[in-house]
């Protein structure tokens, strides 16, 4: 594998490769790679975990520079020697498109999700805002179709507006149901840059829809995620659901707490879950408070909603 890293301050090169190149030949020695500095640029080549590893070296030189801290041969090794113990810690983890960037589970609770979602090919996810359900989803479904895995990646959402009724959307059918996958996209962009994510969609390897466009699809060989499912009627989850082809797997996401269905009107996400429960080759995870990963005042305003719902 070889990866090409900019820096990030190239005036300050001296201080971050170290007195005659010392620092890169410390991580050259540790990860057993070759490492080149020319042009504003370091390139690594050698085995991909050791790349991953190195990488991971640099970018935290990197971050102290750019802080005014100027690495030592002593802070160096301390680096390298944490990217060696991560190594066990990393085991299961995601890696995706973005360079050097792996994605893994931080609470027990998505650990249990992540195990589900590589063991099950239909895993059912609920929990409250802020536990990962939509990123861990896309973070597998990533990784699934970087490793060929899957052929084909499709997220799909409902467009049910959250209490508020924004009349008539101006632009073509694309523009229109943009703002309803827009949280998708944004998963999306965290794991692959936008050039490629738009090759992507225009060689339909990856296609972000609506669910009422499901309607008489079979899907293959794909990943299929449903987020937002809690704004989905039993109808339309029956009929998603019975898109799944062969070599499919499917992951279905939502809070229970947030439907913006009309009042009164079941759920699909919960009646599925009720119906399907005790099928082989399907899981149900549900994630709690303590699995919220957002900003710390997420957990708090999660449980004080939960307290008092009205």
Same mark, same amino acid.
């Given at each position: ?24 030949r ?9 490492? !080149?500095a ?25 971050? *102290?520079?750019?802080r ?16 060696s ?12 498109y973005?360079?050097? #960037? ?11 999700y ?9 895993? !059912? ?13 896309v973070a597998?479904?990533?990784?699934? =179709? ?6 084909? =990646? %499709? ?11 924004l ?13 309803y996958?827009r ?12 050039? #490629? ?7 339909d390897?990856i ?5 009422? !466009? ?5 899907l ?6 449903? *987020?937002?499912? #809690?704004n ?7 009929? !998603?659901l ?12 939502g ?15 919960? *009646?599925? %879950?009720?119906?399907?429960s ?33």
């Open positions: 594998m070889e990866l090409s890293i900019p820096l990030e301050q190239p005036q300050n090169a001296a201080v971050l490769f170290g007195p005659g190149d010392q620092h890169l410390m991580i050259r020695e540790a990860f057993s790679l070759q490492v !080149f020319r042009e504003g640029r370091i390139r690594l080549t050698g085995a991909e975990k050791n790349v991953s590893k190195a990488a991971g070296v640099i970018a935290k030189l990197q971050r *102290d520079v750019r005014g801290k100027h690495p030592s041969p002593t802070s160096v090794a301390d680096a390298i020697g944490s990217a113990a991560e190594e066990q810690a990393r085991v299961g983890a995601l890696d995706v973005v360079s050097g #960037q792996l994605v893994q589970p931080k609470t027990p609770g998505q650990r249990k992540l195990e589900a979602m590589q063991a099950n090919d239909l895993v !059912f996810c609920t929990g409250p805002a802020g536990t990962g359900k939509t990123y861990l989803a597998i479904a990533v990784h699934m =179709l970087k490793h060929h895995q899957a052929k084909r =990646l %499709i997220l799909v959402r409902p467009a049910v507006e959250a209490g508020e009724k009349g008539f959307l101006p632009g073509d059918m694309q523009a229109k149901v943009n703002p996958l949280p998708l996209f944004d998963a999306l962009h965290d794991m692959m840059d936008y050039d #490629q994510i738009r090759r992507f969609m225009v060689g390897l296609e972000v829809i609506p669910l009422a !466009f499901m309607r008489g699809r079979t293959n060989e794909s990943i299929i995620i449903l *987020d937002e499912a #809690q989905t009627t039993p109808a339309q989850m029956l009929m !998603f019975t898109r799944m082809g062969n070599g499919s797997k499917m992951i279905v996401t809070d229970s707490s947030q439907s913006d269905l009309e009042d009164g009107s079941p759920s699909g996400l919960s *009646d599925a %879950i009720r119906r399907l005790g099928i082989k080759g399907l899981a149900s995870i549900e994630l709690e408070k303590s699995d919220i990963v957002r900003h710390k005042l997420v957990q708090n305003i999660v449980v004080a909603y939960g307290e008092n719902p009205k």
